[in-house]
């Protein structure tokens, strides 16, 4: 495994790059990742978005996440609100730091670039809890983020132009190591 180094960048300017690698992650073709570029660049634009790049020692970019203070309206939230209503955690959408996106290339999953790159984020977060949305299922980022102390907050959440559905979880911060 080639050495990766997890670290501040300018996701904005590598957007195209970032997209790329959650085409491949994720199995996305080029309309959606064409809607997905104006999102991630709106999303950049909020106050308190931040973002972290792992690159090998060559300057390839092989994961990125990226995140922001949470925001009851925004998309998301508005989407997710009912569902974490009806299991009674929709206060976890005040004082949270979304995980927006995380995505790293499948060649370079399992090997700790992943847990490197939440922990690294949410450890500059000021808010005392994280929550993010992931595909509903036993999953390697499913696992992951249990390990880190994450737990589910609301299952199954349908997003309106996703064919999976979603859950969402929470974990105080820090996460755990």
């Known amino acids: 495994m080639e050495n990766v180094v997890v670290g501040a960048?300018?996701?904005a300017a590598h957007v195209d790059e970032a997209l790329a690698v959650q085409a491949v992650a994720f199995g996305l073709g080029p309309e959606e990742v064409a809607i997905r570029r104006q999102i991630v660049l709106r999303h950049l634009a909020c106050p308190g978005a931040r973002a972290l790049e792992a690159r090998t020692g060559e300057g390839r970019l092989v994961g990125?996440?990226?995140g922001l203070p949470n925001d009851r309206?925004?998309?998301?939230s508005s989407v997710v609100q009912p569902y974490l209503r009806r299991e009674g955690n929709d206060g976890w959408l005040d004082d949270s730091f979304v995980i927006t996106e995380l995505h790293v290339l499948p060649d370079f999953q399992g090997h700790g670039v992943g847990r490197r790159l939440i922990t690294?984020?949410?450890?500059g977060a000021t808010e005392p809890r994280s929550i993010l949305s992931a595909i509903d299922g036993d999953t390697p980022?499913?696992?992951l983020y249990r390990a880190l102390g994450y737990r589910d907050?609301?299952?199954?959440v349908h997003f309106p132009s996703a064919a999976r559905p979603y859950a969402v979880m929470g974990a105080p911060l820090p996460l755990l190591r």
Do not use: K, N
Request: hydrophobic residues 45%.
């Open 9 to 11: 960048g300018d996701l």
């Open 120 to 123: 690294e984020i949410t450890d």
């Open 153 to 156: 907050l609301a299952r199954p």
């Open 64 to 66: 990125f996440v990226y």
């Open 73 to 76: 309206t925004h998309w998301w």
């Open 141 to 143: 980022a499913r696992r």
